[in-house]
């Protein structure tokens, strides 16, 4: 460890740790924990861990594996009697030690173009999208596949996450489609003007599944406007240590769109609605923009939330037995569950099963399924296992990490062979209202 | 590091943990103030490994403290002197349960809930109920002879072990008790091993008494303007021959702290609410709780809410399932302690509290189990705070001294470990102090069982880290 020396006290939020009263009750909430039965992959002896080092009794280099191997998904806190917020000492201690640890040239290499070049900047997002879709229409991705090149140079772990992922729409259907600064009508009388937070893996990777929640948001009444300017929303940048990045994106998105006059910003991506929610924790020690981050967190909705304020929406028979997986920051952090369970009792035909832990962790963890893949996959096979044995043909899912890495996780163990689908619930949502519509032509033809 | 190598030929490498953050990792429970480092952590899958590191820490006198979830709150499995810590999850399978002899035996590493989950969906019951279940252990509930809020009906882990398996400090083997109803073989050793917080031997199995599931069961809550009242009718309760399975009551100070966090909807100039619920077959339990509602308001309360439907009982249980949420969130450190009087006593032990929060100017909110007279008095404090952590010590010391001046004791569950050491010969007296001893050094010569726990030890004590 080099970098600067500082306050560790202060750094790993020792005021924060304090509140930690030890007594254990988030073990059985802990994904690590229940898997390894180590205290020290368990939040109590993280936050013990965390507190040694900030006390100098351990340094930040013994206390780091253990941290990684936290995936973050915070269901300690529902759990904690306390209060205790583990996300804050989770995050300032990671970014403490990314900041004193020395970076591998490869690491550093990553961190600057992935998180801070491509997701970090709109243009970025926007041209990762486009080299995708390149990348898959230009038949590399079927090459480097057959001949083993990502697997190769990216790892295992990387080349499952490239098989997963779906087929990428290209610039000009994105164009036509509606990009940032679009205005979306509403269908029937308006009863809100929201703004849309599109994400970064969201809209490169399932840019598709954007489209279907604006629908939906208009079919509900809403004017759907996308914001232009806004970016990432900084979860990947803050559960990575990037502290300073994060805080960036934090920035930029409120500026977007606090100016654009709308009732509420709506989003389809749990992890991405935690973030959004959490900006006014986030920027609580900034000044100039404590008040403004406050005033754009009380705004942050779910499009399931406003799809249950203001439908409701015709839904049609969309038959098969469906299960849903939670995503843990729109559980735990954004604390929605019982909406996409509303929603989903709406749809007629659909036979609904609970997964048996749709509380604890899929593995996907933002990109801790690329960094801790032994963890991951375990927790992504007993999801795996869960499916075929409640004989569910959907998987429904509502964030972007889960559902490439349920995707990937289907198919090592097979099921989308069997015809499994790993699917968003918003697109799930629109199926189900295009039978409707479709019905009601056909009775209008006859 | 000839002992790691050691323990990894008995259990195999991957359980054995000795990174300096795994150990700090088991350096703590829940007891607030206590961290000490154990030498090296190990993970045993049977009792034959067990019995085999107990035979090398023997043979090295090195210290062995076992562990289960480590949720106990009397510093009981701290590692005061480094050593072994033995941490029993590993061994955790439900080994069988006899509907026809109504037990269940288990590993001690099978958690408590998960076996009153499979009990129950066999229309079985299991009653301990410690504030912990969701994650303590049976090995540490026996170990510590927990409690719980079925206490008053029900009794405590004590009243359902009918036979233990334990390994001693030998590596020897000893049975006690089995599934006899009755059994008066010899000394009642699994009586003495429940309760001994791992000084005299390691359980690895436990045979415990199951009971057949309540048929039903309601609640009902009374909120009083003074605690006499209050007081009163928990006495008046039991008079009328009614044994409710709950009995618990919480003070102002708690009343306010649940209502701020949760808005169950208490009236936060209350002086006491009293929480009822009564279970067994639907007449009795109706008839139970209709007389238990009439004596609440003969005695004066304000009001009385008697659930009507399953749903309402739970609402009205929340308030004090709340109570140890709300109360540990109001300040960093929250010592949870667990002075016991006779049930009669209760409005006097109530009533010295607070004037020992107002003496030693802190905030000490009470709840707990009325019906057992087993109290919670809760102090809110800063262990960064060393000059309030003095005033906290000295507030206890009061109240353990006017528990037992009220023929009550210094704890009722929580167990003694190194938190009530010093107060330990103050309950049981030097004779009882020289025969723990004597019984200490019968079933562990070689004194590597946990050594510096239970037993008062005031030399031994400085060696703690206390932390604040």
């Not at chain 2, 103050?426 to 004779?431: A, L, P, V």
Request: hydrophobic share 40%; glycine share 10%.
């Amino acid at each position: 460890m080099s970098g600067p020396a500082l306050n560790l006290f202060e750094a790993l939020r020792h005021d924060e740790m304090i509140n930690c009263m030890r007594c254990g009750f988030c073990l059985t909430a802990c994904p690590t924990y229940k898997l390894s039965g180590h205290e020290p992959k368990s939040p109590r002896g993280r936050i013990a861990l965390a507190r040694a080092a900030a006390e100098g009794l351990l340094s930040l280099e013994d206390i780091m594996a253990p941290l990684d191997q936290c995936i973050g998904c915070r269901a300690c806190e529902t759990a904690c009697p306390a209060g205790v917020h583990y996300g804050e000492i989770l995050e300032a201690t990671r970014a403490t030690i990314v900041q004193q640890k020395d970076q591998s040239w490869s690491e550093r290499l990553i961190r600057k173009v992935g998180l801070r070049w491509i997701m970090g900047t709109p243009f970025g997002i926007r041209l990762g999208g486009w080299g995708l879709w390149l990348w898959q229409v230009s038949g590399l991705s079927w090459l480097a596949r057959k001949t083993g090149l990502v697997k190769a140079v990216a790892g295992q772990a990387l080349a499952d996450m490239e098989a997963a992922l779906p087929r990428v729409p290209g610039p000009v259907k994105r164009y036509m489609g509606g990009g940032p600064g679009h205005l979306f009508p509403a269908q029937g009388p308006r009863k809100a003007r929201v703004g849309y937070f599109t994400g970064c893996v969201q809209e490169m990777v399932f840019w598709e599944e954007n489209r279907d929640a604006i629908r939906l948001l208009q079919a509900a009444g809403c004017e759907v406007y996308i914001v232009p300017g806004q970016g990432c929303c900084g979860a990947v940048h803050s559960h990575t240590g990037e502290e300073q990045t994060a805080h960036e994106q934090a920035r930029r998105n409120i500026a977007a769109f606090e100016h654009a006059e709308i009732d509420y910003v709506v989003n389809a991506a749990g992890g991405c609605g935690a973030a959004l929610r959490e900006y006014r924790l986030w920027l609580s020690r900034d000044p100039g923009w404590a008040e403004r981050a406050e005033r754009f967190s009380r705004n942050i909705r779910d499009v399931s939330e406003i799809l249950l304020e203001f439908g409701p929406i015709p839904f049609g028979p969309r038959p098969g037995r469906v299960t849903f997986q939670d995503s843990c920051h729109m559980r735990n952090v954004q604390k929605l569950v019982s909406q996409p369970r509303q929603l989903l009792g709406m749809v007629p035909s659909l036979d609904f099963r609970e997964i048996g832990n749709a509380d604890s962790c899929c593995g996907a963890g933002g990109v801790y399924n690329l960094l801790q893949p032994e963890t991951a996959n375990l927790l992504g096979a007993d999801k795996a296992t869960r499916v075929k044995a409640i004989e569910a043909t959907s998987l429904v899912v509502a964030n972007p990490p889960c559902e490439l890495h349920l995707r990937a996780s289907l198919m090592r163990s097979g099921l989308d062979k069997e015809g499994v689908e790993v699917i968003h619930l918003v697109t799930l949502l629109r199926q189900s209202m295009d039978a409707a519509a479709s019905a009601t032509r056909e009775k209008i033809d006859r | 590091m000839t002992f790691v190598k050691a323990l990894q030929a008995i259990v195999g490498e991957q359980h054995v943990l000795y990174s300096p953050a795994d150990l700090a990792a088991y350096a703590y429970d829940a007891t607030p103030l206590y961290r000490s480092l154990p030498d090296v952590v190990v993970f045993p899958a049977s009792t034959e490994e067990v019995q085999a590191i107990l035979t090398y820490a023997t043979a090295h006198k090195i210290p062995v403290i076992p562990r289960g979830s480590a949720t106990n709150l009397s510093g009981g499995t701290v590692a005061l002197n480094g050593g072994i810590m033995l941490v029993l999850t590993r061994m955790n399978r439900i080994l069988e349960i006899d509907a026809a002899n109504l037990t269940a035996t288990v590993q001690p590493g099978v958690n408590t809930a998960l076996l009153a989950r499979e009990v129950d969906s066999l229309g079985l019951f299991y009653p301990p109920d410690p504030g912990s279940q969701a994650v303590s252990t049976i090995g540490g509930n026996v170990a510590e002879n927990a409690g719980g809020l079925r206490g008053l009906k029900y009794g405590v882990t004590r009243d359902y072990v009918m036979g233990l398996e334990a390994v001693l400090s030998s590596g020897e083997v000893l049975r006690t008790g089995g599934k006899n109803a009755k059994d008066v073989a010899g000394y009642d050793l699994t009586r003495l091993l429940v309760g001994s917080e791992g000084t005299l031997a390691v359980i690895t199995e436990v045979t415990v008494k199951l009971l057949p599931k309540p048929q039903a069961k309601r609640a009902c809550l009374a909120i009083f303007d003074a605690l006499e009242p209050a007081a009163r009718t928990v006495a008046r309760i039991i008079e009328n021959k009614v044994i409710p399975c709950t009995l618990e009551f919480m003070d102002r100070g708690t009343i306010q702290a649940v209502e701020e966090f949760a808005r169950v909807g208490l009236p936060t100039d209350a002086e006491a609410v009293l929480f009822i619920e009564q279970d067994g077959p639907q007449s009795v339990v109706d008839a139970d709780i209709e007389l238990v509602s009439r004596i609440c308001r003969e005695e004066g309360a304000r009001d009385v809410k008697l659930a009507e439907t399953p749903e309402e009982g739970t609402k009205l249980a929340e308030a004090r399932r709340f109570a140890l949420s709300a109360l540990a969130r109001l300040r960093p450190t929250c010592i949870l302690e667990d002075a016991t009087v006779p049930r009669s006593r209760l409005a006097e032990m109530v009533r010295f509290i607070g004037e020992m929060a107002v003496k030693y100017n802190l905030r000490i909110c009470t709840f707990g189990h009325a019906g057992d007279g087993n109290l919670h008095p809760t102090c809110l404090c800063d262990e960064r705070d060393h000059e309030e952590l003095e005033r906290v010590e000295q507030a206890f010391a009061e109240i353990f001294d006017k528990a037992l001046s009220l023929g009550g004791t210094i704890t009722g569950e929580h167990g003694v470990g190194l938190a009530k050491q010093d107060y330990l010969a103050w309950k049981i007296g030097e004779e009882g102090v020289a025969v723990s001893s004597r019984l200490k050094a019968a079933f562990d010569p070689a004194g590597i069982l946990n050594p510096g726990k239970m037993l008062p030890k005031a030399t031994r004590k400085r060696l703690v880290v206390k932390q604040g």
